[in-house]
Protein backbone atom coordinates (compact mmCIF):
# COMPACT_ATOMS: atom_id res chain seq x y z
CA UNK A 1 0.00 0.00 0.00
CA UNK A 2 1.17 3.42 -0.80
CA UNK A 3 4.04 1.90 -2.77
CA UNK A 4 3.73 4.29 -5.89
CA UNK A 5 2.38 7.64 -5.78
CA UNK A 6 2.43 10.16 -8.52
CA UNK A 7 0.60 13.44 -9.36
CA UNK A 8 -2.00 13.43 -11.58
CA UNK A 9 -3.69 16.77 -12.09
CA UNK A 10 -4.93 19.87 -10.68
CA UNK A 11 -8.52 21.77 -10.97
CA UNK A 12 -10.29 24.56 -9.79
CA UNK A 13 -13.53 22.46 -11.08
CA UNK A 14 -14.36 19.35 -9.80
CA UNK A 15 -15.94 18.01 -13.41
CA UNK A 16 -12.50 18.58 -14.32
CA UNK A 17 -10.73 16.16 -11.81
CA UNK A 18 -10.42 12.78 -13.34
CA UNK A 19 -12.82 10.07 -14.35
CA UNK A 20 -14.73 9.67 -10.56
CA UNK A 21 -13.73 5.62 -11.84
CA UNK A 22 -11.50 5.27 -8.56
CA UNK A 23 -12.09 5.55 -4.85
CA UNK A 24 -10.67 9.01 -3.00
CA UNK A 25 -9.84 10.83 -0.06
CA UNK A 26 -9.48 14.13 0.57
CA UNK A 27 -7.50 16.29 3.11
CA UNK A 28 -9.24 19.55 3.81
CA UNK A 29 -8.52 21.80 7.19
CA UNK A 30 -7.45 25.75 7.62
CA UNK A 31 -5.36 27.15 6.10
CA UNK A 32 -1.07 25.81 7.32
CA UNK A 33 -2.80 23.16 9.39
CA UNK A 34 -0.34 20.44 7.59
CA UNK A 35 -2.32 18.95 4.39
CA UNK A 36 0.68 18.59 2.04
CA UNK A 37 2.85 17.85 4.46
CA UNK A 38 0.74 15.05 5.62
CA UNK A 39 0.06 13.36 2.06
CA UNK A 40 3.91 13.68 1.71
CA UNK A 41 4.61 11.56 4.74
CA UNK A 42 1.61 9.15 4.24
CA UNK A 43 3.12 8.37 0.66
CA UNK A 44 6.84 8.59 1.92
CA UNK A 45 7.85 11.69 -0.72
CA UNK A 46 9.37 14.72 0.74
CA UNK A 47 8.07 17.40 -2.15
CA UNK A 48 5.00 15.13 -3.85
CA UNK A 49 2.62 17.95 -2.73
CA UNK A 50 4.12 21.44 -2.16
CA UNK A 51 4.50 22.72 1.40
CA UNK A 52 5.11 26.11 2.68
CA UNK A 53 5.40 28.11 6.17
CA UNK A 54 3.41 30.76 4.71
CA UNK A 55 -0.39 29.84 4.69
CA UNK A 56 -2.36 29.50 1.30
CA UNK A 57 0.08 27.36 -0.25
CA UNK A 58 -2.25 25.10 -2.17
CA UNK A 59 -4.89 26.92 -4.06
CA UNK A 60 -6.42 23.91 -6.04
CA UNK A 61 -8.01 20.37 -6.16
CA UNK A 62 -4.76 18.44 -6.17
CA UNK A 63 -4.96 14.63 -7.44
CA UNK A 64 -2.31 11.86 -6.46
CA UNK A 65 -2.67 8.29 -8.10
CA UNK A 66 -1.97 5.89 -5.15
CA UNK A 67 -0.93 2.21 -6.43
CA UNK A 68 -3.07 2.86 -9.88
CA UNK A 69 -5.61 2.44 -7.61
CA UNK A 70 -7.29 5.07 -5.76
CA UNK A 71 -6.76 8.67 -5.06
CA UNK A 72 -5.51 11.32 -2.50
CA UNK A 73 -6.45 14.36 -2.65
CA UNK A 74 -4.89 17.55 -1.37
CA UNK A 75 -7.27 20.73 -1.29
CA UNK A 76 -6.36 24.29 -0.52
CA UNK A 77 -7.06 25.72 3.04
CA UNK A 78 -9.74 27.57 4.79
CA UNK A 79 -9.68 30.30 7.19
CA UNK A 80 -6.77 32.20 5.36
CA UNK A 81 -6.82 36.12 6.80
CA UNK A 82 -5.69 37.77 4.20
CA UNK A 83 -7.51 36.52 1.16
CA UNK A 84 -10.07 38.72 -0.17
CA UNK A 85 -13.52 38.26 0.08
CA UNK A 86 -13.54 37.32 -3.82
CA UNK A 87 -11.31 34.56 -3.06
CA UNK A 88 -12.93 33.54 -0.26
CA UNK A 89 -16.33 33.09 -1.79
CA UNK A 90 -14.39 31.18 -5.16
CA UNK A 91 -12.92 28.75 -2.21
CA UNK A 92 -16.15 28.34 -0.68
CA UNK A 93 -18.09 27.72 -4.12
CA UNK A 94 -14.53 25.42 -5.48
CA UNK A 95 -14.54 23.07 -2.22
CA UNK A 96 -18.43 22.58 -1.77
CA UNK A 97 -19.30 21.90 -5.21
CA UNK A 98 -16.80 19.53 -4.93
CA UNK A 99 -17.82 17.83 -1.78
CA UNK A 100 -20.94 17.71 -2.64
CA UNK A 101 -20.42 16.09 -5.97
CA UNK A 102 -17.55 13.76 -6.50
CA UNK A 103 -19.07 10.31 -6.40
CA UNK A 104 -16.49 8.50 -5.55
CA UNK A 105 -15.00 10.84 -2.34
CA UNK A 106 -14.70 8.22 0.04
CA UNK A 107 -14.19 10.12 3.50
CA UNK A 108 -13.21 13.97 4.05
CA UNK A 109 -10.38 13.91 6.30
CA UNK A 110 -10.66 17.35 8.20
CA UNK A 111 -7.17 18.39 9.63
CA UNK A 112 -6.91 20.16 13.20
CA UNK A 113 -4.01 21.45 15.03
CA UNK A 114 -3.42 19.86 17.84
CA UNK A 115 -1.78 22.16 19.71
CA UNK A 116 -5.03 24.46 19.42
CA UNK A 117 -8.39 24.72 21.95
CA UNK A 118 -11.54 23.80 19.30
CA UNK A 119 -11.83 26.68 16.97
CA UNK A 120 -15.32 27.68 15.45
CA UNK A 121 -13.79 27.92 12.12
CA UNK A 122 -13.36 23.96 12.10
CA UNK A 123 -16.40 23.45 14.27
CA UNK A 124 -18.32 25.00 11.34
CA UNK A 125 -16.89 23.33 8.85
CA UNK A 126 -17.31 19.85 10.69
CA UNK A 127 -20.97 20.75 11.13
CA UNK A 128 -21.48 21.36 7.61
CA UNK A 129 -19.85 18.33 6.36
CA UNK A 130 -22.45 16.38 8.65
CA UNK A 131 -25.21 18.62 7.95
CA UNK A 132 -24.29 17.41 4.00
CA UNK A 133 -23.88 13.85 5.11
CA UNK A 134 -20.40 14.05 4.00
CA UNK A 135 -18.77 11.33 5.81
CA UNK A 136 -15.88 12.27 7.73
CA UNK A 137 -12.80 11.54 9.91
CA UNK A 138 -10.42 13.73 12.06
CA UNK A 139 -6.89 14.33 12.04
CA UNK A 140 -4.87 15.69 14.27
CA UNK A 141 -1.67 17.47 12.90
CA UNK A 142 1.52 18.66 14.28
CA UNK A 143 1.83 16.05 17.42
CA UNK A 144 5.72 16.16 17.47
CA UNK A 145 5.25 19.81 18.53
CA UNK A 146 4.03 19.47 22.16
CA UNK A 147 3.92 16.64 24.04
CA UNK A 148 1.96 13.71 23.28
CA UNK A 149 -0.50 14.39 26.74
CA UNK A 150 -0.75 17.74 25.26
CA UNK A 151 -2.14 16.64 22.41
CA UNK A 152 -4.29 14.06 23.71
CA UNK A 153 -6.05 16.74 25.82
CA UNK A 154 -6.95 18.45 22.73
CA UNK A 155 -8.67 15.75 21.33
CA UNK A 156 -10.39 15.00 24.30
CA UNK A 157 -11.51 19.07 24.74
CA UNK A 158 -12.96 18.84 20.94
CA UNK A 159 -14.43 15.92 22.05
CA UNK A 160 -16.73 17.56 24.74
CA UNK A 161 -17.77 19.93 21.92
CA UNK A 162 -18.48 17.66 19.66
CA UNK A 163 -20.53 15.66 21.67
CA UNK A 164 -23.01 17.87 21.88
CA UNK A 165 -23.88 18.01 18.69
CA UNK A 166 -22.66 14.34 17.45
CA UNK A 167 -24.23 11.24 18.58
CA UNK A 168 -21.68 9.61 16.78
CA UNK A 169 -18.47 10.75 16.93
CA UNK A 170 -16.30 10.42 13.71
CA UNK A 171 -12.84 8.59 13.90
CA UNK A 172 -10.08 10.34 15.30
CA UNK A 173 -6.31 10.09 14.31
CA UNK A 174 -3.24 12.37 16.05
CA UNK A 175 -0.30 12.55 13.68
CA UNK A 176 3.03 14.03 13.13
CA UNK A 177 4.43 14.49 9.77
CA UNK A 178 7.74 15.15 11.42
CA UNK A 179 7.89 11.91 12.86
CA UNK A 180 5.51 9.75 11.19
CA UNK A 181 3.10 9.54 14.46
CA UNK A 182 -0.53 7.68 13.18
CA UNK A 183 0.91 7.09 9.68
CA UNK A 184 0.08 2.80 10.34
CA UNK A 185 -3.34 3.97 11.85
CA UNK A 186 -4.34 5.98 8.92
CA UNK A 187 -3.28 3.91 5.83
CA UNK A 188 -5.07 0.85 7.79
CA UNK A 189 -7.87 2.81 8.29
CA UNK A 190 -8.14 3.52 4.65
CA UNK A 191 -6.71 0.13 3.32
CA UNK A 192 -9.80 -0.86 5.51
CA UNK A 193 -12.56 1.06 3.33
CA UNK A 194 -10.65 0.27 -0.09
CA UNK A 195 -11.33 -3.26 1.26
CA UNK A 196 -14.99 -2.98 1.88
P1 LIG B 1 -2.07 25.31 2.76
O1 LIG B 1 -1.76 24.55 1.50
O2 LIG B 1 -1.47 26.67 2.77
O3 LIG B 1 -3.52 25.30 3.09
O4 LIG B 1 -1.30 24.58 3.99
P2 LIG B 1 -1.20 23.02 4.34
O5 LIG B 1 -2.31 22.65 5.26
O6 LIG B 1 -1.03 22.18 3.12
O7 LIG B 1 0.14 22.99 5.22
P3 LIG B 1 1.60 22.50 4.81
O8 LIG B 1 1.63 21.01 4.67
O9 LIG B 1 2.09 23.30 3.67
O10 LIG B 1 2.41 22.83 6.15
C1 LIG B 1 2.46 24.14 6.68
C2 LIG B 1 3.68 24.29 7.58
O11 LIG B 1 3.58 23.45 8.72
C3 LIG B 1 4.99 23.90 6.89
O12 LIG B 1 6.00 24.76 7.33
C4 LIG B 1 5.23 22.47 7.40
O13 LIG B 1 6.60 22.11 7.42
C5 LIG B 1 4.67 22.55 8.81
N1 LIG B 1 4.17 21.24 9.25
C6 LIG B 1 3.19 20.51 8.68
N2 LIG B 1 2.96 19.37 9.35
C7 LIG B 1 3.83 19.35 10.39
C8 LIG B 1 4.07 18.44 11.48
O14 LIG B 1 3.48 17.37 11.62
N3 LIG B 1 5.05 18.81 12.37
C9 LIG B 1 5.74 19.97 12.27
N4 LIG B 1 6.64 20.24 13.20
N5 LIG B 1 5.53 20.86 11.27
C10 LIG B 1 4.59 20.56 10.35
MG1 LIG C 1 -1.21 22.67 1.17
Not at 81 to 105: C, G, P
Not at 120 to 127: P, S, V, Y
Not at 130 to 144: H, M, N, Q, R
Request: proline share 4%; charged share 25%.
Amino acid sequence: MFDQAQFVISNTDYRKCPKPDKPEFAFIGRSNVGKSSLINMMTARKSLAKTSGRPGKTQLINHFLIDESWYLVDLPGYGYAKTSKKNRAAWTEMIQDYLLNRESLQIVFVLIDSRLDPQKIDLEFIQWLGESGIPLALVFTKADKQSINKGQQSIAKFKRVLKQTWEHLPMIFLTSSETGLGKAELSEYIEHILES
